[in-house]
């Protein structure tokens, strides 16, 4: 491939180009003016209902220094923006249980309600787990009987009319790791991923991750998690509504952990839901509806680069790696696992271990490049207009503009990009 190890040889990538650039670029119609639907309720009309839990004390693999503060910063954020708080520290089994049961029993009545959980989580066969300070976890067979699965929490607040799950469970995991080097050493696939596996959404729903799928999460220097304080902040942000006030939160994550740890939003919401209005101001809103994200941020040769992109369905995406010295290296859709989300979203993913790996080599052009793609949002281009397009694409990343629109209709183009850094 030139810069990536993409397990074919450089005559098929010729030729998957020529396709590549040749191929029609189906009409783009949502990327950049969906809009969401206006009809949140006031804010002191709601019944506003938060569970916080934050499991630091593990018998097994020891002590977690965070997930408590964690959870009493942010039950303290919500109480100031008027929910009625139910906060939980290092429960066992039967206490998430517990909890669970009282939640199932209070969703009929409310109008939002929200989960915070810090503590450890697990993966195994795409189902995620979250872990009570008791559990063994001998081995793989026991996940699903001294746990409890993030679905059935799902299940419960699936009844009430908005749900935001904020999942800081991605932390490195002993249990994990000691699981995936039992499976390694007896020949054997337990199913388990490090972090936590996507999940797809239903009706009003926001589900965010402390970082993105398959990845680790950081619990944090200081007295809490990168993910707590950035989250514990902007929730008393007056007039953000959610996707706006997450999208800052993932800025806050990245810029303290210098790009390694990116928070990721699944939803399919069509309500605007605000933490905190006012009648000073307009709202702030979210027409954006495309999530692109390259991770790690820093990568070494042998080391391999994920690639998530969340698009619009009408969206037929060319994707590109563009190196420092400005050499373009397409990326053929072949290589992605897609995935329908519903809401009219598709995911576009490729991640370590998959089939179609993207493995840094030694001739690979240190430095900063990017990843990216564009779409267009009009007539279909020719070749010739999709080369102008790029040229005109690198123009703007020189410029530091990693996303945005060129041309004008019925020629305009949508691009996004994201930098790693090969070192």
Same mark, same amino acid.
């Given at each position: ?44 009309? #709601? ?14 693999? $020891? ?9 009493? *910063? ?75 699965? *993030? ?35 007896? $020949? ?95 709202? #702030? ?81 240190? $430095?900063?490049?990017?990843? $990216? ?14 080369? #102008? ?21 019925? #020629? ?12």
């Amino acid at each position: 491939m030139g810069y990536f190890k993409l397990m074919v040889s450089r005559d098929e990538v010729a030729v998957l180009l020529r396709g590549q650039l040749s191929k029609g670029a189906r009409l783009l119609a949502g990327i950049c003016c969906l809009v969401l639907m206006a009809t949140g309720l006031a804010q002191a009309e #709601e019944n506003r209902f938060a569970l916080v839990i934050g499991n630091s004390s593990y018998e097994k693999i $020891g002590r977690l220094g965070n997930p408590a503060r964690d959870a009493d *910063l942010v039950a303290k954020a919500l109480e100031a923006v008027g929910f009625e708080v139910s906060v939980h520290f290092d429960l066992d089994e039967d206490g998430l249980g517990k909890v669970l049961d009282d939640l199932a029993d209070r969703a009929p009545e409310l109008d939002v309600a929200v989960l915070y959980f810090a503590g450890h989580g697990i993966q195994k066969d795409g189902e995620n787990y979250l872990i009570p300070v008791d559990a063994q976890l001998k081995s793989p067979t026991s996940i699903e009987r001294e746990t409890v699965s *993030l679905r059935s929490f799902m299940e419960v607040m699936e009844e009430v009319p908005i749900s935001l799950l904020f999942l800081d469970a991605c932390r490195n995991n002993p249990f994990a790791e000691q699981l995936l080097s039992q499976s390694s050493s007896d $020949g054997r696939s337990a199913g388990i991923t490090r972090g936590l596996a996507p999940i797809r959404t239903v009706g009003d729903m926001l589900v965010t991750f402390a970082t993105l799928p398959n990845s680790v999460a950081k619990d944090g220097a200081g007295q809490n998690s990168p993910f707590a304080k950035a989250l514990a902040r902007h929730v008393n942000t007056p007039d953000a509504e959610v996707s706006v006030l997450m999208k800052r939160v993932t800025r806050d994550v990245m810029a303290e952990t210098d790009g390694e740890q990116r928070p990721q939003q699944l939803s399919q919401m069509q309500t605007e839901f605000y933490f905190k209005r006012t009648n000073g101001s307009a709202p #702030e809103t979210d027409d954006q509806q495309t999530l692109l994200a390259v991770y790690p941020g820093s990568v070494s040769v042998g080391e391999e680069v994920s690639v998530l992109a969340d698009v619009p369905q009408q969206c037929a995406p060319d994707f590109f790696n563009i190196t420092p010295s400005s050499r373009v290296t397409p990326i053929p859709t072949k290589f992605f696992k897609t995935v329908d989300l519903g809401g009219g979203k598709i995911r576009y993913e490729i991640s370590p271990g998959s089939r179609y790996g993207l493995i840094v080599q030694e001739q690979d052009e240190k $430095g900063a490049n990017r990843i $990216g793609f564009f779409c267009s949002m009009g007539a279909a281009l020719s070749d010739q207009q999709k080369k #102008e397009v790029l040229r005109r694409i690198n123009g703007q990343l020189a410029q530091n503009e990693m996303s945005g629109t060129i041309g004008s209709d019925p #020629e305009l183009v949508a691009f996004h990009f994201a930098e790693f850094k090969i070192n």
